[in-house]
Nanobody, 123 residues
Framework: QVQLVESGGGLVQAGDSLRLSCAASGRTFSNYGMGWFRQAPGKEREFVAGINWSGGSTYHSDFVKGRFTISRDNAKNTVNLQMNSLKPEDTAVYYC????????????????WGQGTQVTVSS
């Protein structure tokens, strides 16, 4: 089992920055690829960014590329999402997720999920 707890969400204005963190506990964190997803009201959960076990391979969806950066610290069992230049359309609940092996864009591929953290961006 892997337990995931997100933090760092909040209410900000357009153009501001937030840093989300996801703390993992349980099995060996470095065995897992990690992903950040988000879900806005009435919309499907969408893939935001992914990172492989070492942090050497990352992927950012086009709608956040250049604004968001995923990173991980295996010594601290954390994965982070630095979000800059936030837009109102970034408003959603953000979830981190873990899957054995490398990251995937498909939310059904992930075995473990955090409870989510709300990000609200006002215009």
């Amino acid at each position: 089992q892997v337990q995931l707890v997100e933090s760092g969400g909040g209410l900000v204005q357009a153009g501001d920055s937030l840093r989300l963190s996801c703390a993992a506990s349980g099995r060996t964190f470095s065995n897992y690829g990690m992903g950040w997803f988000r879900q806005a009201p009435g919309k499907e959960r969408e893939f935001v960014a992914g990172i492989n076990w070492s942090g050497g391979s990352t992927y950012h969806s086009d709608f956040v590329k250049g604004r968001f950066t995923i990173s991980r610290d295996n010594a601290k069992n954390t994965v982070n999402l630095q979000m800059n230049s936030l837009k109102p359309e970034d408003t959603a609940v953000y979830y981190c997720a873990a899957k054995y092996g490398t990251w995937s864009r498909g939310y059904r591929d992930y075995n473990y999920w955090g409870q989510g953290t709300q990000v609200t961006v006002s215009s």
